[in-house]
DNA sequence: TAGGCGTGGGT
DNA sequence: TACCCAAGCCT
């Protein structure tokens, strides 16, 4: 039989294209099957898992995956959570706003759709947090429908596949690549075709270093031709970060509390409990008083060597000033600050959302 | 529409 | 050290 009829199943009439095929074959063969969203499959557990990896990496995300899970078994239980809840088992994962709106989700799929999600691209991507590309995602790998993704992997093996130039940020060259997703992209099997084009991605057709020579499309990707895998795709050339300076006041009583403030609902960690951030001139004496604690209830006070924490768009030089004051019963403990056992600020335990940068500030500190 | 939004791993 | 960027979405 020439291979060509493999193209056309005939019971359905599907019908896959060279590229869907070798991704399809590939994928059977050497894919991943064993990533814990594979398993005990359905569109609560993909939807999840999709949220998460959002820009975060796969081991990243399995240890947070499976706590969530244990968690929240079941979307209704993840609906009548408190968003604080639901912000502190994200805590350290990053894009906090990825919480919030897993939680409205949530709350919209438990209320208006009797806790199943809808089954089509255009009722996906209204829910808050899913775009077309995760929609895709949900539709291919959870429900065996036809679903267009174009993640990072898939952008990477698509524009080498088919040697476009252009800059990833250009709408135009978003809009080639949506053009090619959908065109490659199987009616049939296409839950093999997502996993199988995402996992080349990871891990044949990595950013440096990619294997070619164990790729099935080797024969006619077009940057490999060209002998220039690597240097596609193109992204436009980066401005520096701007750096802000900023002094973090870790005050700890003697019973091993410290104090955490809620910050602000836009900006950077949003709404997480973080020690006082304050500009870089600010005085020990101002904070203090904005706790109400008396400056001679301070029993040490030390400062550490700034810590660089860089983000996205900027870098945070972040000066720690560790203080032990003396417990008392006046301070502050309102809305705004919250006096925290220390012992409960660890990643697995801690039951506030806290940002990585709070953990290691407290953790990481002399006052232990 | 370009920029905001985290963190950790790789080079 | 410094830079790149990963299963993107929202405004």
């Known amino acids: ?64 995956f499976l706590r969530f899970l244990e968690k929240y078994p079941k979307i209704s239980n993840l609906a009548r959570a408190s968003t604080d809840d639901v912000l502190a088992l994200w805590t350290g994962l990053g894009y906090y706003n990825r919480a919030r709106n897993l939680h409205k989700t949530s709350i919209i799929i438990h209320k208006d759709y009797q806790g199943a999600f809808p089954s089509c691209l255009h009722r996906l991507t209204e829910l808050p947090g899913i775009g077309r590309s995760t929609a895709g995602a949900i539709l291919a790998l959870s429900m065996g429908k036809r679903g267009v993704i174009l993640d990072g992997n898939v952008k990477r ?53 990619p294997a070619c020579s164990e790729c099935p499309l080797i024969d006619r990707c077009g940057a490999h031709l060209r002998n220039v895998a690597t240097q596609i795709p193109r992204r436009k050339p980066k401005r520096k970060k701007p750096v802000k300076d900023s002094l973090f006041f870790i005050i700890c009583n003697e019973d091993n509390e410290v104090i955490v403030e809620k910050r602000e609902e836009s900006g950077v960690w949003a709404g997480l409990w973080s020690p006082p ?25 030390t400062t550490e060597r700034p810590i660089k924490h860089s983000f996205t768009h900027f870098q945070i030089q972040a000066t720690p000033i560790y203080v032990r004051v003396r417990s008392t019963d006046c301070s502050r403990q309102g809305a705004r600050f919250r006096w925290i056992n220390s012992d409960m600020i660890k990643k697995e335990k801690v039951d506030i959302g806290m940002s990585a940068l709070a953990l290691k500030l407290i953790n990481d500190g002399p006052l232990g």
């Open 1 to 64: 039989m020439p291979e060509d009829l493999h193209w056309i199943d005939l019971k359905t009439g599907g019908y896959l294209d060279w590229f869907a095929r070798k991704i399809n074959t590939w994928q059977k063969a050497h894919g991943r099957h064993d990533l814990p969203w594979q398993q005990n499959i359905s569109a609560y557990r993909v939807w999840l898992s999709e949220i998460m990896l959002q820009q975060t990496q796969v081991e990243t995300v399995k240890p947070y």
């Open 157 to 209: 093996v698509l524009s080498r596949f088919h040697f476009i130039e252009g800059y990833l940020e250009e709408r135009a060259t978003t809009d080639e690549l949506w053009r090619h997703a959908d065109r490659h992209t199987p009616a049939i099997e296409t839950n093999v075709y997502a996993q199988g084009i995402m996992d080349l991605g990871a891990t044949i057709c990595t950013r440096s270093a």
């Open 277 to 301: 951030e304050r500009c870089k001139d600010y005085s020990l004496g101002k904070i203090l008083g904005e706790l109400n604690l008396h400056e001679d209830t301070v029993l040490h006070k």
